[in-house]
């Protein structure tokens, strides 16, 4: 059983309009159980949007249209004065937003190591076949391939291992959302 906590809180700032908000906003106590709520649809019309640090984080995961729906979106709460980005939270951002690229770039690399080209075959009793000759090719275009896109990966990584803070979420957030109310 829980133990009630025998200190009281400090109020002695507290407004008196802010004290008794709960009395302004639902002065009826007994209707509290039978208050008809918004649908989530209807409330999303005109609440105020609080990002947390998994949300600034999400794109990430997602793909470039994502990305591109999500700042949209963003955007559209931000021009209205709905949008609201806790300090805690964008700080949060900075911090955490290493570790995402080093996932994609952790998952590039384990999906580039899986890719395997078999070696020529050699029998060479079957060198005169033409299905033999055509295999050989078959084989030699599939190693020429996994060359081609091992150094494609390589690319990419150096090119994401360059990013300093200018990865594509960040800069999508730094271009078009530098009027987020900062919240303590």
Known sequence: ???PNSEKPDLSGLSEEAAFLAETLLPDAASAFTLQKKSVGSALQDADVVLDTNVLLLPYRA??????????????????????????????FARLRPAKLGELLQALSDQSSRVIAPEEPAYPLLEDLDDYRVLTDAVKALQAARKEYTKAVGALRDHM???EGNDPVSTAYSESLLEWKNTA
């Open 63 to 92: 793909g470039a249209s994502s990305l591109k729906q999500i700042v949209t979106a963003l955007k559209t709460l931000r021009d209205g004065g709905r949008l609201f980005v806790p300090a805690r939270v964008a700080r949060e």
């Open 1 to 3: 059983m829980a133990k």
């Open 161 to 163: 291992l360059s990013w």
